[in-house]
Every structure is written in structure tokens, then in C-alpha cells.
């Protein structure tokens, strides 16, 4: 069984930073496409970030410069450090691994507010 499980959300105040941590069991990270994705109500599900296979990232243009993803695929670990918060941040953020077939976490709450 697949499972992703994200954590490290919470309360931050605008210019802070939080690090999401996607940990997975069921598949082998270094064969799918890691992404952060996030949502917030009324929206549709957006891609924040991207890291491949090959190593190769990609960054929605709203958060270039201030988010970072890594992986670790000997830990079966995706992070997405963030920087320089602002209150637009503020959404559900989601683990996606992609191989074709797609699996998702439950998503973590990032809440950025004074």
C-alpha cells in the first residue's frame, strides 16, 4: 500500500519560513516525479514545485527564489523549504509522486498571517 505523509505545516508570520517534509512507503522515489502542490478553497489545486527523477526542478513563478525542493531517495523523502513567506501562501500543501500513476498525501497546512 502507497502512502505519503506530509508534515511540517503550521503558523507563520509573513517573511518567516517553514520546511514541508513528504515521507512515502510503498514505492521507490527515485523512479517517480516528486511535486508540492497546494490548494486553497475555491481553487484548483496548483503546482508549486517539481523535482524529477533525473534531478532536474521546477518552480511555480509565484514562489521562484523563495522555495526550495530537495529529495532524498535513499530516506524516501521529499522537502519543500520555504522563504520569505507571505499571507498568499497560505493553502493546503500536498505531496504528489508520478510515475503515470499518481499518488497523493493527505496535505499539510501552511497558514501565513500576522
Known amino acids: 500500500q502507497v502512502q505519503l505523509v506530509e508534515s511540517g505545516g503550521g503558523l507563520v508570520q509573513p517573511g518567516g519560513s517553514l520546511r514541508l517534509s513528504c515521507a512515502g512507503s510503498?514505492?521507490?522515489?527515485?523512479?517517480?516525479?516528486m511535486a508540492w502542490y497546494r490548494q486553497t478553497p475555491g481553487k484548483q489545486r496548483e503546482l508549486v514545485a517539481v523535482?524529477?527523477?533525473?534531478?532536474?526542478?521546477n518552480y511555480a513563478d509565484s514562489v521562484k527564489g523563495r522555495f526550495t525542493i530537495s529529495r532524498d531517495n535513499a530516506q524516501n523523502t521529499v522537502h519543500l523549504q520555504m522563504n520569505s513567506l507571505k499571507p498568499e501562501d497560505t493553502a493546503v500543501y500536498y505531496c504528489?509522486?508520478?510515475?503515470?500513476?499518481?499518488?497523493w498525501g493527505k496535505g499539510t497546512l501552511v497558514t501565513v498571517s500576522s
Open positions: 504528489n509522486a508520478d510515475r503515470g500513476m499518481e499518488y
Open positions: 510503498g514505492i521507490i522515489f527515485s523512479f517517480y516525479t
Open positions: 523535482t524529477t527523477n533525473r534531478g532536474s526542478v
